[in-house]
């Protein structure tokens, strides 16, 4: 949704508490004001589908063992932290930040993993690499076009929706917390050495059969 920059006359005590509740909210003077016309006028915006997306996300992935979300009201990134069952128990961060540029893009998933283990460090690149392959090999009757990056500590996924419909924020919380649950209980099993690359390739070919958007 485009924004232009407009001029407004306001009182100085209205502008004080606007920029107090934009600091304490970590936003600011811009877009809280936005947001309160918008829910005021009852306008829908791309931020108000972000933060609705990310509630109903942290409300899903909450009742997990496994994974801990976290996120900053009125902002574009959602946090998931996880540990693995390794010397020291080494944490995973998983990072969604969301796009708004691209009406078709969601965003990207970053997973952060910081560890001394020159040993693991190996373990996890290998995870990401068969990853992708298995992801590019399932999904490529699907249509379904997605970059992938690897960097040291960390492995980076586009998440695109499909395009041509219109989903409620519900929906895009129900794929994505599904997507992230998959990959964290993957990239687990593996590390483990309990699932080879086929077994992930069979889990992933499953986890299609019920999503009811293909991210």
Not at 97 to 110: A, E, R, Y
Not at 130 to 155: G, T
Not at 190 to 197: G, L, M, P
């Amino acid at each position: 949704m485009a924004k232009k920059l407009y001029s407004l006359m306001l009182n100085d005590r209205v502008v004080a508490a606007v920029d107090n509740e934009a600091h304490r909210l970590g936003t600011n003077r811009s877009a809280l004001i936005d947001s309160v016309l918008a829910e005021y006028f009852g306008v829908p915006t791309t931020q108000k589908m972000v933060s609705d997306i990310f509630r109903e996300m942290d409300a899903l992935l909450s009742a997990s063992t496994e994974l801990i979300p976290f996120f900053a009201p009125n902002s574009g990134t959602f946090f998931v932290k996880s540990a693995l069952a390794y010397k020291y128990r080494p944490t995973l961060k998983y990072e969604l930040v969301f796009d708004t540029s691209n009406s078709n893009k969601l965003g990207d998933l970053s997973v952060n993993f910081r560890t001394q283990s020159g040993a693991l460090l190996q373990q996890l690149e290998h995870f990401f690499r068969v990853w992708a392959q298995v992801e590019s090999e399932v999904l490529e009757e699907h249509n379904v076009s997605i970059q992938y990056s690897l960097f040291p500590n960390r492995f980076m996924r586009s998440i695109t929706l499909p395009e041509g419909n219109d989903y409620a924020a519900p929906q895009i919380a129900e794929a994505v917390s599904a997507y992230v649950n998959l990959l964290d209980a993957s990239l687990k099993s593996f590390i483990n050495a309990q699932k080879d690359a086929a077994a992930l390739k069979r889990d992933y070919v499953n986890y299609l059969q019920s999503a009811k958007i293909v991210l």
